[in-house]
């Protein structure tokens, strides 16, 4: 065998994320591959629960960064100084980032270091959706990365335009085809990739589904997401009223920093007036734990997502999926889950009654056997991770 197969790149790689916990959860298999084939992998990111588990899989370098709900300038310049001088220091041959905020700072620190960049744009979030003033200042944002990924500096006196050096990753057609607008670029395939999403580890489709005795109008609903209103926790809370006799399942954790989040005393509230109501606070891998033959996963969100890890981790299982058209990002459809057609509680009420239906008719098992296909096809994390890797290895970093 040649031993030059198995040697590993000189040039140091870095990935960047607003959470270690992001990096942690949906990055794992990627950090481990790049591990393997090159010397150096830095991951920067602010300190929280998972930055122990990222120090044992590569070089963690701890990052300030203000709360992504905050948007003092000062502490993005505080933020903008420390990335700055940590990419410096570090001298990368690729730094990957994640997350908008991230993205925006990176982009502006290598208009000037010059570093080779991929930029990923896992969904464009709450901003998305704003209006007015919010919104403005969002396209601005998406502007500025784009500009400051075009340029680069030369002979520290001008700049010069130098596409060679960034690629942008977009987890569906939506944002793509949103980002492109907005920037008002054509859709140069060689820059702009669509790689779905961070894939689903293969523990999924090798568990086995649980099959319990079920009275007929008797389910387990799951809500699997941050517990912010855009993300239509409210709706799924409304929905407990009509099924008295099911459970309602609600993963995620809350955030006191933000508005649009439900409030410890709201919870506490919604505990004492909905008993078939459960909260459980973050959970890792919480489908998992409902792989059984009354389960239904619901996302009924508006919030600007990538693409929503819960319906490809609930295909794998073959648990029912009813999702809002805005959670569909252009990937989904009637034939692989329960569309809503609006945010009315009358359209999750009659996907329910659907699947209910199916399920009498004999007709559910072969419509989630064919869902699971698709994801296996399209969405292992093996196969995601392979396209990322490709994507670095076309910067020629030898």
Known sequence: MNSSFNKKINKKIVLIANTSKYLMHYRFLLINKLNKSYKKLFVISPIDKSSYELKKISRFVPWYLPNKNQFNPFDLVKSFLILFNSIRSIKPGLVHSHTLKPNLLISIINLFLGVKTIISFPGMGRLSNSKGIKNIIFKSILKIIFFTSKYQLKNYVFFKSNLDRV???????????????????????????????????????????????????QFDFIYCARLEKSKGINLFISLANYY???????????????????????????????????????????????????????VPSNYGEGLPRGIIEAMSLEIPVIASEKACVGLFDENLLFVASSDQIDTYLMAIENIRTKKIEGKLNGFLSNSKD??????KESLIVKKTIHLYKSFDLD
């Open 374 to 379: 698709h994801v296996l096809k399209r969405y």
């Open 244 to 298: 008295p006799d099911s459970r309602f399942f609600v993963y995620g954790d809350l955030n006191k920093n933000s508005k649009d989040y439900l409030s410890y005393e709201e919870i506490v509230f919604l505990k004492s007036k909905n008993k078939n109501l459960l909260f459980m606070d973050y959970v890792e891998n919480p489908l998992l734990r409902h792989h059984n033959d009354h389960s239904i996963f619901l």
């Open 167 to 217: 690629k942008f990753i977009f987890q569906n057609p939506l944002d793509l085809n949103f980002f492109l607008k907005t920037v008002k670029v054509k859709n140069d395939k060689k820059i702009f990739h669509l790689i779905p999403g961070s894939g689903i580890p293969m523990n999924y489709f090798k568990s086995k589904k649980n099959y319990t005795k079920q009275l007929e109008n």
